[in-house]
C-alpha cells in the first residue's frame, strides 16, 4: 500500500520540434494519475486541433479580461501570441492528488517556479528539459511534422537557441535522441519524484499506525 500523496506540477518545455508534444501523448496515455494542463491561447487554431481540448483558443480582448481576473498561474507570449495556464483546474487537480502535466516555454517554467501553491522552495514544482540530439536533427523533426512556410521553420530554429539557453533552470535535463528510452528516463523522474517525503501527505498517520 502506498500512502496519500500531493499531485505534482511537471512542466516538460524544449525548443519547439525537440519532442514535447510526442512525450506529453505517451505519458498521458501510460499514466491515468496525470492531468494535462489545457493552455487559454490568442493563436489561431491549427488544423486538427479541438478547442478546448488541445488549447482554449480566445480573441486577444477575452485574453487580457482573464489576465485581469487573475485567472492565469502563469502567461506568456510566444511567437507574438499570448499563451496562459488557467488556476483552478491545476489547484483542483493537485489537491485530489494528481499529477499535472504544463507542455508550456521557459518563461511559464519560470513563473511557475515563483507561482506554486505552496511556498516552500520547489514544494510541487518538478521541471524537465529536452534537448534535441543536434540542431539538424530539430530541423529535420520540424520539417518532418508539418508542411511550413520556410519562414516558419527559420523562426522556430531562431526561437530554439533562446529557448535552449535557459536548460540551466531546469531540475531534469534530457537529450531526446531515443524516443523510448526518453520516455523511459521521464517515467523514472515521476516515479522518484512521487516518492519524495514531503510529497507524500499520508506518510504521518501510515507510520502512526505501524508503531502503534
Ligand atoms: P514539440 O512538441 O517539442 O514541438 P513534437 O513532439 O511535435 O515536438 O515532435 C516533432 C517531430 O519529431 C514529430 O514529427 C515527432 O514525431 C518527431 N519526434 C519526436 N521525438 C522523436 C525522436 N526521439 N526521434 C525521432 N523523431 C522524433
Ligand atoms: P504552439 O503554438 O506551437 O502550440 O506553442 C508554442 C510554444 O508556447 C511552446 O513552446 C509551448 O510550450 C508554449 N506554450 C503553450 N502553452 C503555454 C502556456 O500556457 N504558457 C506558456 N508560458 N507557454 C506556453
Given at each position: 500500500?502506498?500512502?496519500?500523496?500531493?499531485?505534482?506540477?511537471?512542466?516538460?518545455?524544449?525548443?519547439?520540434?525537440?519532442?514535447?508534444?510526442?512525450m506529453s501523448r505517451r505519458l498521458l496515455a501510460a499514466d491515468p494519475a496525470i492531468r494535462v494542463s489545457v493552455s487559454v491561447t490568442t493563436r489561431p487554431p491549427r488544423p486538427g486541433e479541438v478547442d478546448g481540448e488541445h488549447y482554449h483558443f480566445v480573441s486577444q480582448a477575452?485574453?487580457?479580461?482573464?489576465?485581469?481576473?487573475?485567472?492565469?498561474?502563469?502567461?506568456?507570449?510566444?511567437?507574438?501570441?499570448l499563451y496562459g495556464s488557467p488556476r483552478a483546474p491545476v489547484r483542483d487537480a493537485i489537491d485530489a492528488g494528481f499529477d499535472v502535466l504544463f507542455d508550456i516555454d521557459w518563461q511559464g517554467a519560470q513563473q511557475l517556479a515563483q507561482n506554486q501553491f505552496r511556498k516552500e522552495p520547489d514544494a510541487d514544482l518538478v521541471s524537465i528539459f529536452l534537448l534535441p540530439p543536434s540542431m539538424q536533427e530539430l530541423e529535420r523533426r520540424l520539417r518532418a511534422r508539418a508542411d511550413e512556410p520556410e519562414a516558419v521553420i527559420a523562426a522556430r530554429m531562431a526561437k530554439a537557441r533562446d529557448e535552449i539557453s535557459h536548460f540551466a533552470e531546469y531540475d531534469y535535463v534530457l537529450v531526446n535522441d531515443d524516443a523510448d528510452a526518453c520516455f523511459r528516463n521521464i517515467q523514472t523522474i515521476v516515479a522518484a519524484e512521487r516518492l519524495r517525503r514531503p510529497r507524500q501527505i499520508g506518510l504521518f498517520p501510515l507510520v502512526r499506525a505501524l508503531l502503534d
Amino acid at each position: 500500500m502506498s500512502a496519500a500523496r500531493r499531485g505534482l506540477m511537471l512542466v516538460l518545455s524544449s525548443p519547439s520540434g525537440a519532442g514535447k508534444s510526442t512525450m506529453s501523448r505517451r505519458l498521458l496515455a501510460a499514466d491515468p494519475a496525470i492531468r494535462v494542463s489545457v493552455s487559454v491561447t490568442t493563436r489561431p487554431p491549427r488544423p486538427g486541433e479541438v478547442d478546448g481540448e488541445h488549447y482554449h483558443f480566445v480573441s486577444q480582448a477575452e485574453f487580457e479580461a482573464l489576465i485581469e481576473r487573475e485567472h492565469f498561474l502563469e502567461w506568456a507570449r510566444v511567437f507574438g501570441n499570448l499563451y496562459g495556464s488557467p488556476r483552478a483546474p491545476v489547484r483542483d487537480a493537485i489537491d485530489a492528488g494528481f499529477d499535472v502535466l504544463f507542455d508550456i516555454d521557459w518563461q511559464g517554467a519560470q513563473q511557475l517556479a515563483q507561482n506554486q501553491f505552496r511556498k516552500e522552495p520547489d514544494a510541487d514544482l518538478v521541471s524537465i528539459f529536452l534537448l534535441p540530439p543536434s540542431m539538424q536533427e530539430l530541423e529535420r523533426r520540424l520539417r518532418a511534422r508539418a508542411d511550413e512556410p520556410e519562414a516558419v521553420i527559420a523562426a522556430r530554429m531562431a526561437k530554439a537557441r533562446d529557448e535552449i539557453s535557459h536548460f540551466a533552470e531546469y531540475d531534469y535535463v534530457l537529450v531526446n535522441d531515443d524516443a523510448d528510452a526518453c520516455f523511459r528516463n521521464i517515467q523514472t523522474i515521476v516515479a522518484a519524484e512521487r516518492l519524495r517525503r514531503p510529497r507524500q501527505i499520508g506518510l504521518f498517520p501510515l507510520v502512526r499506525a505501524l508503531l502503534d
